[in-house]
C-alpha cells in the first residue's frame, strides 16, 4: 500500500525533477521535492491504512468460540481451533464456524444469503452439507467438520474476488494525462529555453542546467499534495455521513458514477417485516404499529380480530424466530419474517407458548407445521397452503392477487385436528384461518434520494433475489421503477454481454429480480463495456467479486460480511441507499475542487514560465526576472495553502443537477488557465518588473546592479504571490466573480491567504532566504505596483466571466453549474 503512493506516475514524474534538479547542482531543490513525496505518500498511506483499520473493526463474519463435541466432552472452542473431525452442535441463532456434514438434524434450517443470494431459510437435514459464515434460523444438529480455514466455501469465493480486477479510477486516468501533458511542456520549455541560452553565448554546460532548472520549476510540485489531502477531507466527509472510504481514489470515482446498482432489502427498505393485514374468512384486519414494538392498533370487525388472534396462535407455534427487548428497544432474533409473526402474537395478546412438535419447511412442501397436543398448526406460501384447505372464500382470492402486486409477502395460516403423530397426512385437509400480508417498509429517505439521482443523470437499478412482482411492487413504492420501467428476470438474463447490457441500461429504472452473484458480476462487466462507471452494493461473501469488479464496491457495514467489506471500495455505516447518494454528492463536489486547484496551479506555472520565456525572446536584453529557486518557493511555500483551501470549497446546490463532467483538464479549463488568469498574471509580473528596472536607472540592454535587480526580481515575485491570492478567490467558482461570492463560505481559503502574506514577507526579508532565493525587498514603487495585481487580476476574472454570463442562453438559476 505504501509503495503504491511513491510509484504513480505523478509521484515518478517528481522523482525524475529531484534527480534533475541533483543534476543540475541544485541540491535544496532535489532535496525538497524528495521530502514532498515522501511525505505525501506517509499522508496518503495512514489515511487508507486507518480506513482498513476501521473495515478491520467492523469484522463479524465468524463466530469466536462455537460448541463442540471433542473426545467425548462437550465445551466451547476458539473457531481457529477448529478441526476436520470435530463435532459441532448448532442451535437456533449460532453462526456455523467451518464447512461441515449434518449427522442429525431437528427441524434445521439456515439462512445462506451471505453466500448463495438466496433470501428464503434453506431447510438441511442427515447428509447435507454446512458452509462456514452461514446462519442456524431455527431448529438444531449435529455436524461434522469436514473443512476449516482456506478450504471452505467461503474462503473459495474470497479467493476469487481477489482475483478480479479492479479498475483504474476516473481520476487516476485524468491525473496522468496531466501528468503527461506537464511532463511535455516542462520538458520541451527545458530544451528550448537551454538552446535559446546556448545561442545568446552560455558554454554548454551552463546552458544545460539552465535547461534542467527551468524544467524542474516548472513541474507542479504542489499538486501531489493537494490531490491527496483534498481526497482526504473529502473521505473525511463522508465518515461523518457514515460512508467509510477505503480507498482515497475511491472519493472521485464515486462522483463520477453513473450507474448504481443497489440491493433491496435493507438497502431500499428498511429489512423489518411487519404483519400489516390479515385476510380472514369474516373480513380484514388491519394491524397499525412499527417496528418490532408489542404495541399496535388492530382495525376491523370484532368476530375478524378474533380469527386474527387465532391466526397468531398458529402462525407462533410453526416458526422458532423472536423479538426481544433490549436497552436500544425490540429487535429480531433469526429470520426477520418469523419474527414479525412472534410480534404479531404479541400485538394481539395470543398465546405464545410453543408446540411440541414441528416439522420444518421444506422447499418442495413450501410450508411448515407444528402438532400441540391433537391440533395441528399449518404455515407457508398461499399457494402450497389454499390447495390443501377444505374450502377458500372466493373474495380471499382476490385481496391476495391484489395484495402480492403490491409488493406484500403473504402467507396463510391454517388447521385441524390430528389424533396421530407427527405425519405428511396431517398437513392435508385443512380449514383456512386466515393469510398474513408482511411488509418491508421502504426507507423514508429513498425516494428523495432516487429523484437526486435521475436529476444528477445516474441510473439506477435493484437487483435482488426476490420475486419479480415483490422486486417490481418495492421498486414502484420507491420511485425507481417508472412507468416505462423494465422487470428482468435473473433466470432469463440474455447471455450475451452486450445484449445484457442494452436490457439492463435503461433510463426508466430496472428491476433484475432472482439475480445470482454471478449475475452481479456479468451485469457488472456489460455496463462497463458501454462506459458507465459502476457502483455496485453487496453484503454477502457471494458478492465480493462483483464488489471488487466494479469501479466502486459499496459493501454494509452492518449487515454485511467481511470478505464483501474487503473487497469493497466504500463501506456503509447504516446500509441506506441515501448514504451512496449522499456520497456520490462529496465525490462530485470534490472532483470539482481538484478542477479548481487545478486551475490555479496552471495558472501559477504561465506566470512563472513568462519570465524565462521574456528573457530568451529578449536575447537576454530583459534580465530574468525571477530564479528557479524562487519559482519553487511559490510551488511550494505560497501557492500551496490556497490550493488546500480551495480543495475544501463546500458543494455547490447545484453538484447534482445534470451529468458528471468527467473531464478534469478541458478546453475551458486550459483557456481559464493560460489564456485568462495565467496571461493576466505574466503581463502584471512582467509589468511590474520592467517598471521597477527602469525607476532604478536601467536601461534596455544593459546589465543592471545586483541591488537593482535583487529589488526588482523580489518586486516581481511578490507581484505574482499577490495575484495568486487573487486567483484562490477567482478560481471559487467558474461563473460568479468574487463580489458576488459569499467568503464565510470558505474560511480556509482566508486563512490561506493570510498565511501566504506572512510566507511573502519572510521570503522577502527573513534571512537567509533572500539570498537563497535572489530576490530582495522590494522598493515602495515596487510593493504599490505588486499589490495592484490584486484588483486587476479580479476585474479581469470578472469581466470575462460576465461577459461569459451575457452570451449563455437563460437558464434557471438553480440550474447554472458553478
Not at 47 to 59: I, K, P, V, Y
Not at 201 to 219: I, N
Not at 486 to 507: F, H, K, N, Q, S
Not at 525 to 534: D, I, K, Y
Amino acid at each position: 500500500m505504501f509503495a503504491r503512493q511513491l510509484t504513480h506516475l505523478l509521484a515518478v514524474l517528481l522523482w525524475i525533477a529531484s534527480a534533475l534538479a541533483l543534476v543540475a547542482g541544485m541540491p535544496e531543490l532535489a532535496v525538497a521535492i524528495t521530502v514532498i513525496v515522501v511525505l505525501n505518500a506517509l499522508f496518503a498511506f495512514v489515511q487508507e491504512h486507518r480506513a482498513d483499520r476501521s473495515a478491520q473493526r467492523l469484522r463479524a463474519l465468524l463466530p469466536t468460540r462455537t460448541l463442540v463435541v471433542r473426545d467425548g466432552r462437550t465445551g466451547l472452542v476458539d473457531v481457529d481451533r477448529l478441526v476436520p473431525g470435530d463435532l459441532l452442535l448448532l442451535a437456533a441463532g449460532d453462526r456455523i464456524g467451518a464447512d461441515a456434514h449434518v449427522l442429525e438434524g431437528r427441524g434445521l434450517s439456515l439462512d445462506e444469503s451471505m453466500l448463495t443470494g438466496e433470501s428464503a431459510a434453506v431447510p438441511r437435514g442427515a447428509g447435507d452439507r454446512l458452509m462456514a459464515g452461514t446462519f442456524v434460523l431455527g431448529g438444531e444438529a449435529s455436524a461434522v467438520v469436514s473443512a476449516i480455514g482456506a478450504a471452505t466455501t467461503m474462503a473459495g469465493i474470497s479467493q476469487l474476488a481477489e482475483s478480479a480486477t479492479r479498475p483504474p479510477s476516473p481520476l487516476t486516468l485524468q491525473l496522468d494525462r496531466v501528468v503527461r501533458m506537464v511532463a511535455v511542456v516542462a520538458a520541451g520549455t527545458g530544451v528550448g529555453l537551454g538552446a535559446a541560452a546556448l545561442g545568446m553565448g552560455l558554454g554548454f554546460t551552463d546552458a544545460f542546467l539552465f535547461g534542467v532548472g527551468v524544467s524542474v520549476a516548472l513541474v507542479p510540485e504542489g499538486l501531489l499534495p493537494t490531490v491527496t489531502l483534498s481526497l482526504a477531507r473529502g473521505a473525511q466527509l463522508m465518515a461523518t455521513r457514515n460512508a467509510l472510504v477505503r480507498r482515497l481514489d475511491a472519493v472521485e470515482t464515486l462522483g463520477a458514477t453513473t450507474f448504481i446498482c443497489t440491493d433491496k432489502t435493507g438497502t431500499l427498505t428498511q429489512n423489518r417485516m411487519n404483519v400489516v393485514r390479515v385476510l380472514t374468512p369474516d373480513g380484514d384486519v388491519e394491524v397499525v404499529g412499527s417496528g418490532y414494538e408489542p404495541t399496535a392498533e388492530l382495525v376491523g370487525a370484532a368476530s375478524a380480530r378474533r380469527h386474527a388472534v387465532v391466526a397468531a396462535v398458529h402462525a407462533l407455534r410453526c416458526v422458532t424466530g423472536r423479538v426481544v427487548e433490549h436497552e436500544g428497544g425490540w429487535s429480531a432474533v433469526g429470520d426477520p419474517m418469523e419474527a414479525a409473526l412472534h410480534c404479531l402474537a404479541l400485538r394481539t395478546h395470543a398465546d405464545t407458548t410453543a408446540a411440541q412438535q414441528r416439522r420444518a419447511f421444506t422447499s418442495d412442501r413450501l410450508l411448515s407445521s407444528a402438532l400441540d397436543h391433537d391440533t395441528v398448526s399449518v404455515l407457508g406460501a398461499p399457494e402450497a397452503v389454499l390447495s390443501r384447505c377444505r374450502t377458500v372464500p372466493e373474495p380471499l382470492l382476490g385481496d391476495i392477487a391484489e395484495l402480492a402486486d403490491t409488493g406484500h409477502r403473504l402467507v396463510a395460516v391454517a388447521t385441524r385436528t390430528w389424533s396421530g403423530g407427527p405425519a405428511p397426512e396431517m398437513e392435508h385437509d385443512l380449514d383456512l384461518v386466515a393469510v398474513l400480508a408482511l411488509q418491508d417498509p421502504p426507507r423514508t429517505d429513498v425516494a428523495d434520494a432516487l429523484a437526486t439521482c435521475r436529476a444528477a443523470g445516474i441510473r439506477v437499478a435493484m437487483i435482488t433475489g426476490d420475486h419479480p412482482r415483490t422486486g417490481a411492487a418495492i421498486a414502484r413504492q420507491v420511485g425507481l421503477l417508472g412507468p416505462a420501467g423494465t422487470v428482468l428476470d435473473g433466470p432469463g438474463l440474455p447471455a450475451d454481454d452486450t445484449a445484457l447490457g442494452e436490457a439492463v441500461d435503461r433510463p426508466h429504472g430496472v428491476v433484475v429480480a432472482r439475480a445470482s452473484p454471478s449475475d452481479k458480476l456479468r451485469i457488472t462487466r456489460a455496463l462497463q463495456g458501454r462506459g458507465h462507471v459502476v457502483a455496485m452494493t453487496g453484503d454477502g461473501v457471494n458478492d465480493a467479486p462483483a464488489l471488487r469488479e466494479a469501479d466502486v464496491g459499496v459493501a454494509m457495514g452492518a449487515s454485511g460480511s467481511d470478505v464483501a467489506r474487503e473487497a469493497a471500495d466504500l463501506v456503509l455505516l447504516d446500509d441506506h441507499f441515501a448514504t451512496v447518494v449522499t456520497a456520490v454528492e462529496l465525490g462530485r463536489a470534490t472532483f470539482q475542487n481538484v478542477r479548481r486547484f487545478l486551475t490555479y496551479h496552471l495558472t501559477d506555472n504561465v506566470a512563472e514560465l513568462a519570465p524565462f520565456a521574456a528573457w530568451a525572446l529578449t536575447g537576454g536584453n530583459l534580465p530574468l526576472a525571477i530564479g528557479v529557486l524562487q519559482v519553487l518557493a511559490l510551488d511550494i511555500g505560497t501557492d500551496m495553502l490556497p490550493a488546500l483551501g480551495l480543495g475544501a470549497e463546500p458543494p455547490r446546490p447545484d453538484v447534482m443537477h445534470g451529468p458528471h463532467r468527467r473531464t478534469l483538464v478541458d478546453r475551458a479549463v486550459l483557456m481559464r488557465a493560460f489564456l485568462v488568469l495565467g496571461a493576466t498574471e505574466a503581463a502584471m509580473a512582467l509589468g511590474v518588473f520592467a517598471s521597477v528596472l527602469l525607476a532604478g536607472g536601467w536601461r534596455w540592454g544593459q546589465e543592471p546592479s545586483a541591488a537593482l535587480l535583487a529589488t526588482s526580481s523580489g518586486a516581481t515575485f511578490a507581484t505574482i504571490a499577490f495575484a495568486q491570492m487573487a486567483n484562490a478567490f477567482a478560481c471559487r467558482s467558474t461563473s460568479r466573480p468574487i463580489w458576488r461570492l459569499d467568503p464565510r463560505q470558505n474560511r480556509l481559503v482566508l486563512a490561506a491567504v493570510a498565511a501566504e502574506v506572512l510566507l511573502l514577507v519572510a521570503f522577502l526579508s527573513l534571512p537567509p532566504l533572500p539570498d537563497l532565493l535572489g530576490g530582495g525587498w522590494p522598493t515602495p514603487l515596487g510593493w504599490a505596483s505588486a499589490f495592484l495585481a490584486v484588483p486587476g487580476l479580479l476585474l479581469v476574472d470578472g469581466l470575462v466571466k460576465l461577459t461569459r454570463a451575457r452570451r449563455r442562453p437563460s437558464v434557471p438559476a438553480d440550474q447554472r453549474r458553478r
